[in-house]
Structures are given as C-alpha cells and as structure tokens.
C-alpha cells in the first residue's frame, strides 16, 4: 500500500481481555517496527522484526505481550489480559533496509497508530 | 544514561526567531540521526535526516550533527505558529539497527 496501514484505529477494551493489533507495512519495507506512545510521554520501542532475523523483543514490557510477522509483512501485536496501565496509542513503522546501505535505508515511516484503552 | 536524551521543554519563542532544539546520544558508533515533528495526536512525521558531521539544510529546517560530542540538532528559522509540536529525536543503534526515540521537546512558537 501507500502508507503504513493500521487496525483498529480505536479499540476499546475491558480490562483482562486479549486484543490484537494489526500493522500492513509499506509494500516491500524489510523492517518493521512496534512502539508504544502513552499519554503526553516519548515514544517506547517494543519490538523490531528485519527480515528473516530473529526479532529483537528487547523491549516488550512483558510477557502479556507478544508479536508474529508472518509471511515478512503484515505483523500482528497481541496483548493478553490486558491491564489499564496498557491504555496508550500503538504505533507501527517500516522502513526499506539492506545490509550494507545502513543509511538511507533507516528512515522509517509511521502508521496512523491503534489508539488502545483499557477500561 | 538514556541512549537518547532532550530536553522536554516547553521550549517558547517568538514567531520569526530561531528555534534551536538539541539532542545527545549514548552509543558512539551510530551512524543515522533524524529529526521527526509530531502534532497533538497525530502520528510522527519524518523532517530531516543526517549521517554525516557538520550542517544540513532543507528550507527552513537545518540539522547539525557533530559525532566526536554525540550531539545532533535541528534549528527552525523563522518560526511559525505551525510549527508548534514535539520534535523527536532518533538514533540508529548500530547493533540489531533498532531506531530509538527521544522523550521529545514541546516546541510552542507564540505569534
């Protein structure tokens, strides 16, 4: 697609309920990218897929949360017994990355984000 | 020691001055730097790029990027209203490439 594609825009949710996010990279980005961004704060890296490379899950807050990228494109960020603290806006971005051309290859795009609240 | 810190702000000036928005970062051997505006409620938005030391102009916009101080900047010249956001600063960390944000500065430009 033209831009980074995300479901649901909105998602309300009762608190102990699984969701799940849904991100359709730019067609042929290699890297794809989940943040979290809560209320008024910065934005926190949760997990980083490249390719056919183990993804880098360093910064997933818990093990309630999980994400799978099937196929090297559209990946799917689910939350399992969600708590309210998880209330914030998701964000998805790719980016088009090869080995060897680490700069130009970085600029990242972002998702419109699935705004996620836990009530 | 945050792998990318700025300041929060509010950082106000007055439409038509310079806003000088500034950013250090931890990891020496990163290569990529960029400079990314977001609007209350919007998703972030791609200004500038630069991987090299010295300046780099784009209109209005212009990042500077000295690596022997881990430091990167972008300056807005003659400000507007409209560019009243939070500017994020990015980092490629060399090892994984895992881009990292800043906490953002509120830039608020008062006409």
């Known amino acids: 697609g033209a831009g980074v594609s995300q479901s649901p825009s909105n998602k309300v949710t009762e608190k102990g309920k699984d969701v799940e996010l849904r991100c359709d990279p730019i067609s042929g980005h290699t890297a794809l990218y989940w943040y979290r961004q809560s209320l008024g704060q910065g934005l926190e890296f949760l997990i980083y897929f490249q390719g056919n490379s183990a993804p880098d899950k360093s910064g997933l807050p818990s093990d309630r949360f999980s994400a799978e990228r099937t196929g090297g494109s559209v990946s799917t960020l689910t939350i399992q017994r969600t708590q309210q603290e998880d209330s914030a806006v998701y964000l998805c971005?790719?980016?088009?990355?090869?080995?060897?051309?680490?700069?130009?290859?970085?600029?990242?795009?972002f998702g419109e984000g699935s705004w996620l609240t836990v009530v | 020691q945050k792998e990318v810190e700025q300041n929060s702000g509010p950082l106000s000036v007055p439409e038509g001055a310079i806003a000088s928005l500034n950013c250090t970062y931890s990891?020496?051997?990163?290569?990529?730097f960029f400079w990314y505006r977001q609007y209350s409620g919007k998703s972030p938005e791609l200004i500038m790029s630069i991987y090299s030391n010295g300046d780099k102009e784009d209109g209005r916009f212009t990042a500077q990027l000295n690596k022997a101080s881990q430091y990167v900047s972008l300056l807005i010249r003659d400000s507007q209203p409209s560019d009243s956001a939070t500017y994020l600063c990015a980092v490629n960390m060399p090892r994984g490439n895992k881009l990292v944000f800043g906490a953002g500065t509120i830039l608020r430009v008062k006409s």
């Open positions: 971005a790719s980016s088009f990355f090869r080995m060897g051309f680490s700069r130009s290859g970085n600029t990242i795009y």
């Open positions: 990891d020496r051997g990163s290569q990529s």
